[in-house]
């Protein structure tokens, strides 16, 4: 049974640092990746897919990294901004019709 | 021009109530889901549908009936309602089961309350 793990659970930072979020998985036989933000009371926004072919994607300054063998995604985001602040999602499909998602990272980006 | 839209954006409603949320795609997906996300931010998959066909349904109780009339739309409805079904309902869609080349759409979600 799949299960999918984010550390940290929240995180604090000083506005300009790069950071970088985690997510595990334990089965690694996955079809797709994929990173969500979630503003407070709001809907998941898509930041990126990551195919099981694929080592990463990156948008603007997110970079995501996949290592199926490890069972590992990372998050980079580069000099980061309060307008990060959010709970970042990961989700694996390692089945059919279904994702499976992280417990989230709650990251607060400090002016 | 949102691409999966949920109505109502807020409901909340009596214990022992039928209530209905709504969704609609114009992504023009195959395969549409249920998610619920509970009070600690969870989200965990309730029922997917493939060209309108129950593909999951993951030991939800019987009180919720999802209905897929057509490949554009999934409705769910919950009968008498409790206490424990309050949390927000987020509706979805994806091109094929594993997300296709564009990864699964959010809608923005149905925030229950029971009272």
């Known amino acids: 049974k799949q299960e999918v793990t984010q550390i940290p659970a929240a995180l604090s930072v000083p506005e300009g640092e790069n950071l970088v979020l985690n997510c595990s998985f334990t089965?690694?036989?996955?079809?797709?990746l994929q990173w969500f933000r979630q503003d407070p009371g709001k809907g998941l926004t898509s930041l990126l897919l990551?195919?099981?072919?694929?080592r990463e994607q990156t948008s603007g300054r997110l970079n995501a990294s996949l290592d199926k063998s490890s069972g590992r995604s990372t998050l980079y985001i580069a000099a980061s901004q309060p307008g990060d602040s959010a709970t970042y999602l990961c989700?694996?499909?390692?089945?059919?019709?279904?994702?499976?998602f992280g417990t989230g990272t709650r990251l607060k980006v400090l002016a | 021009d949102t691409a999966v839209s949920q109505t109502p954006k807020y409901l909340v409603t009596q214990m022992g109530n039928d209530k209905s949320i709504k969704c609609e795609q114009n992504?023009?997906?195959?395969?549409m889901y249920w998610y619920k996300q509970d009070s600690k931010k969870f989200l965990k998959i309730m029922f997917s549908?493939?060209?309108?066909?129950?593909?999951i349904n993951e030991t939800v109780p019987n009180r919720f009936s999802p209905k897929s009339p057509d490949k554009a739309h999934l409705n769910l409805h919950i009968n008498s309602l409790e206490l424990g079904d309050s949390a927000v309902y987020f509706c979805?869609?994806?091109?094929?089961?594993?997300?296709?080349?564009?990864?699964?759409?959010f809608g923005s979600g149905t925030r229950l309350t029971v009272v």
């Open positions: 979805a869609s994806s091109q094929g089961g594993q997300g296709g080349v564009y990864g699964y759409t």
């Open positions: 089965d690694s036989a996955i079809y797709n």
């Open positions: 990551i195919q099981s072919s694929q």
């Open positions: 989700a694996v499909s390692s089945g059919t019709y279904k994702y499976i």
């Open positions: 992504l023009g997906h195959d395969t």
């Open positions: 549908y493939n060209n309108k066909e129950l593909i």
